[in-house]
């Protein structure tokens, strides 16, 4: 049997909120609120390592990014109206489902596919940039998936994960608070148990032949009702890291 990263019961729970992908107001508003702070971290690093103009239109012109765990395409969409050769792929597939016909009315060429990284890995294929944002607490055999995230960045590439962190607070903020307390996500979103801190997933990414680079917490103001980088890496954090060139 072929090992996989494939959890049943997530894909059945993000597939049956696949129709409300694209809706700020919906099941997906956090991620809707998150995608600034995080398209600004992929911008930053992105325009500094690839030495791009950031004053371009299309700054990305050139660049393959594949965002594994993609959804209804919220970080993809961007990408591509920067220029960057985007691909989406997710094991649900009535994700692929919204996010293709979303990008075909936005009049956006994204490859979408119903894959998962360990079947892309196989088949040898390899990105400028891997994003590897808010998944690893859902797939099944982290090592597995972690390698096979790693595989797909090319000599000189980025890969960029970003997930929960395993302590007190976020169980509060992120399960007690976000799912149970301001209804921010469904119950049941989240298990604790899933989280990885960040010693962890640094280990597992220079386990698998990448250097980390750079790190960020990523914390709610709710005052200003958004998100922004901190020192805080507590709850929700980023981990940046390359392959060395070849």
């Keep these: 049997m072929t090992a996989t990263t494939i959890n049943d019961a997530e894909i059945a729970k993000f597939t049956a909120m696949a129709e409300e992908w694209w809706d700020p107001k919906g099941k997906f508003k956090p991620l809707h609120k998150f995608n600034p702070v995080r398209m600004s971290y992929i911008r930053e690093h992105l325009l500094n390592h690839f030495k791009l103009d950031g004053a371009a239109m299309r700054p990305f012109e050139g660049l393959s990014i594949l965002d594994v765990g993609c959804g209804g395409g919220l970080l993809c969409e961007p990408l591509a109206r920067l220029g960057a050769t985007a691909t989406g792929i997710d094991a ?101 148990n899933k989280f990885l801190t960040p010693d962890e997933v640094k280990a597992l990414i220079t386990r698998n032949g990448l250097e980390v680079t750079a790190e960020t917490g990523v914390v709610f103001h709710p005052l200003a009702d958004e998100w922004r980088k901190s020192r805080d890496m507590a709850i929700n954090y980023m981990v940046m890291a390359q392959r060395p060139a070849a």
């Design 92 to 192: 649900a597939e009535r994700n692929i489902v919204i996010a293709r016909l979303h990008a075909e009315k936005s009049g956006l060429d994204i490859d979408y596919q119903a894959t998962t990284s360990e079947a892309l890995a196989a088949q040898g294929k390899t990105f400028d940039m891997v994003l590897n944002m808010e998944v690893v607490e859902h797939v099944d055999n982290v090592p597995l998936y972690m390698k096979s995230c790693a595989d797909l960045v090319k000599p000189g590439g980025l890969m960029l994960t970003a997930t929960l962190n395993r302590t007190a607070r976020a169980y509060a903020l992120a399960i007690i608070g976000a799912e149970r307390v301001l209804r921010w996500l469904p119950v049941g979103t989240h298990d604790w």
